[in-house]
């Protein structure tokens, strides 16, 4: 069983930047791709950004292109979100989650570990 706690979310302006914080407890992630998603209230989780393994390649949706940047340590055990640039559709719940293959994906229903989410609110 893999527990998943992302810490790290608040309140921020318009421009400023984050950095999320996805902890396993209790063992390593060395051999899960790693996902993080979010969802505004009324909307669908959607993928936000991804990292493989071993390579820890990663991958982004085209609304947080070249803003955001997802990496992990490098015990495999926290993953992370840095986000510059924000904007206040950045808005949202949080979520990090893990899946036991290699490639991350956009569908949620292919991950096997979710954590509870953190708010990231974004004023303009």
């Known amino acids: 069983q893999v527990q998943l706690v992302e810490s790290g979310g608040g309140l921020v302006q318009a421009g400023g930047s984050l950095r999320l914080s996805c902890a396993a407890s209790?063992?390593?992630?060395?051999?899960?791709?790693m996902g993080w998603f979010r969802q505004a209230p009324g909307n669908e989780r959607e993928f936000v950004a991804g990292?493989?393994?071993?390579?820890?390649?990663?991958y982004y949706s085209d609304s947080v292109k070249g803003r955001f940047t997802i990496s992990r340590d490098s015990a495999r055990i926290t993953v992370y979100l840095q986000m510059n640039s924000l904007k206040a559709e950045d808005t949202a719940v949080y979520y990090c989650?893990?899946?036991?293959?290699?490639?991350?994906?956009?569908?949620?229903?292919?991950?096997?570990?979710w954590g509870q989410g953190t708010q990231v609110t974004v004023s303009s």
């Open positions: 209790g063992r390593s992630l060395s051999s899960y791709s």
């Open positions: 990292i493989n393994w071993p390579a820890d390649s990663t």
């Open positions: 989650a893990a899946r036991a293959k290699a490639i991350p994906t956009v569908r949620t229903y292919e991950y096997n570990y």
